[in-house]
């Protein structure tokens, strides 16, 4: 039996989301041939690149449809009185959506938006103030993460990288 998980972090200081990659292969003998690729290749740059639009899609999905997106529960509802104001000052807007800043610095790349593929990293986020506020909640507003992976996403990002790795592996001469 394989598995492969993501999870995701954030740091409470900015708002980037981390993917941490977790496998484990006992006695796959395929995966462990891309565990093997994995161990020398040192530059996921390429995989990473792959990746960025997809979360950025993902996320423009997921805010639009507030939360109910691939297996997300919906979004908290807005207070009755947030409601009403936001109903007559920002007609038709979901939640989390207001000036569209938020949102537009998650799915495409603006000034505030935090997309940066390396060699050993992908880190993706906002530098919105508000972000964390919705990522965590507060003493008066419950927490409307705009950053939450589903496991749909997990598995196409995980897909990409094996598939990364497949490619490097060929590249490199290993019968995978």
């Given at each position: 039996?394989?598995?492969?998980?993501?999870?995701?972090?954030?740091?409470?200081?900015?708002?980037?989301?981390?993917?941490?990659?977790?496998?484990?292969?006992?006695?796959?003998?395929?995966?462990?041939?891309?565990?093997?690729?994995?161990?020398?290749?040192?530059?996921?740059?390429?995989?990473?690149?792959?990746?960025?639009?997809?979360?950025?899609?993902?996320?423009?999905?997921?805010?639009?449809?507030?939360?109910?997106?691939?297996g997300n529960p919906p979004f908290?509802?807005?207070?009755?009185?947030?409601?009403?104001?936001?109903?007559?000052?920002?007609?038709?807007?979901?939640?989390?959506?207001?000036?569209?800043?938020?949102?537009?610095?998650?799915?495409?790349?603006?000034?505030?938006?935090?997309?940066?593929?390396?060699?050993?990293?992908?880190?993706?986020?906002?530098?919105?103030?508000?972000?964390?506020?919705?990522?965590?909640?507060?003493?008066?507003?419950?927490?409307?993460?705009?950053?939450?992976?589903?496991?749909?996403?997990?598995?196409?990002?995980?897909?990409?990288?094996?598939?990364?790795?497949?490619?490097?592996?060929?590249?490199?001469?290993?019968?995978?």
């Amino acid at each position: 039996m394989n598995t492969a998980t993501l999870s995701e972090s954030t740091n409470n200081d900015i708002m980037p989301f981390k993917l941490h990659l977790h496998i484990e292969y006992p006695d796959e003998k395929p995966l462990k041939r891309v565990m093997l690729v994995y161990q020398r290749v040192e530059n996921l740059q390429p995989a990473f690149e792959r990746i960025l639009p997809l979360l950025q899609h993902y996320t423009e999905n997921y805010l639009a449809r507030e939360g109910r997106y691939e297996g997300n529960p919906p979004f908290a509802p807005l207070s009755p009185r947030y409601a009403r104001y936001k109903a007559k000052r920002y007609p038709g807007a979901p939640i989390l959506t207001r000036s569209g800043r938020l949102r537009a610095s998650l799915a495409s790349i603006t000034s505030d938006s935090i997309a940066d593929a390396s060699p050993d990293a992908l880190v993706y986020g906002t530098r919105t103030p508000y972000a964390l506020y919705h990522q965590y909640g507060t003493r008066k507003m419950p927490k409307r993460p705009p950053l939450k992976l589903s496991k749909t996403l997990s598995t196409r990002i995980i897909t990409i990288l094996r598939n990364y790795l497949l490619e490097q592996g060929e590249k490199q001469g290993e019968n995978l």
